[in-house]
């Protein structure tokens, strides 16, 4: 593993020094915490993003306020929302708020066509709309970026490489190769606070909503029972730029 952390370290330093319009993605799961804590020992002044959603869980908003002060991220979050949610504010944290019309109108017709939620008749829309839109934006001024994608994660993350170029979007994915356990390892070694809904079984966190315990693989919890199981959101997988 001192070999992975190495390796990782030395990918990072390679992104940052090529590429100074840099940042990354944290969405302040276990794999993006080991990402962001690697990063730190490269440049400790690295950018931290983070896309959240009106759907992820309350933990999950206390705990990027409290990694956000006891790290000292200075974390940007990109949301679609009316306002700052109420978890955000009076907290230093800057938050972007994205337009929310195109989402409302979408979702509103789907209710009213159906009876249900635009995430349960069409994630893939729900997750445009709320993910991957968003991440485009925080790519506006971003000629790379590092995330804590890993390849054993699940059946849609086996074929990805360390540095990947979209359209010109540099991708460097330091923890590429890590195991679900030496991220547990590392974070067990580091002394780092993990999210508190692993402690209940989670293997993969994302929105409330479309996130479950239980699955062969990590991400089988994600979009469980629907034809998106196991898959991706979309920011790993089209072009952001
Ligand atoms: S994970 Fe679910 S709720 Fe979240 S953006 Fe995607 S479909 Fe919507």
């Not at 950018?47 to 974390?75: H, I, Q």
């Not at 109108?105 to 159906?114: C, D, E, L």
């Not at 359209?167 to 190769?177: F, M, Y």
């Not at 909503?209 to 919890?221: A, K, N, W, Y």
């Amino acid at each position: 593993m001192e070999d992975k952390i190495k390796h990782a370290k030395e990918l990072i330093e390679f992104a940052v020094t090529n590429y100074p319009r840099i940042a990354i993605a944290c969405s302040f799961g276990k794999d993006s915490m080991v990402t962001v804590h690697l990063a730190r020992e490269v440049d400790p002044n690295i950018k931290v993003f983070s896309v959240m959603t009106l759907y992820k869980p309350k933990e999950t908003f206390e705990y990027l306020k409290l990694m956000n002060v006891r790290w000292n991220l200075n974390t940007t979050v990109y949301m679609v929302a009316d306002s700052i949610p109420h978890a955000f504010q009076g907290d230093s944290l800057e938050v972007r708020i994205l337009p929310t019309a195109e989402f409302n109108i979408n979702a509103f017709q789907v209710k009213t066509q159906t009876g249900k939620e635009l995430y349960e008749v069409d994630p893939d829309e729900c997750c445009r709309l709320l993910k991957v839109e968003p991440t485009k934006i925080a790519m506006k001024n971003l000629d790379a970026w590092i995330c804590g994608l890993r390849n054993t994660e699940g059946r849609t993350r086996e074929d990805y490489q360390e540095i990947e170029n979209k359209g010109g979007l540099i991708k460097v994915n330091p923890i590429l190769t890590f195991t679900e356990a030496e991220i547990w390892r590392y974070i067990a070694t580091r002394d780092i606070e993990p999210h508190p809904w692993y402690g209940k079984g989670y293997r993969s966190l994302g929105c409330e909503t479309c996130s479950d315990i239980g699955g062969e693989l990590e991400r089988d919890g994600r979009w469980k029972n629907t034809s998106k199981c196991g898959g991706e959101c979309g920011i790993h997988t089209q072009r952001l730029k």
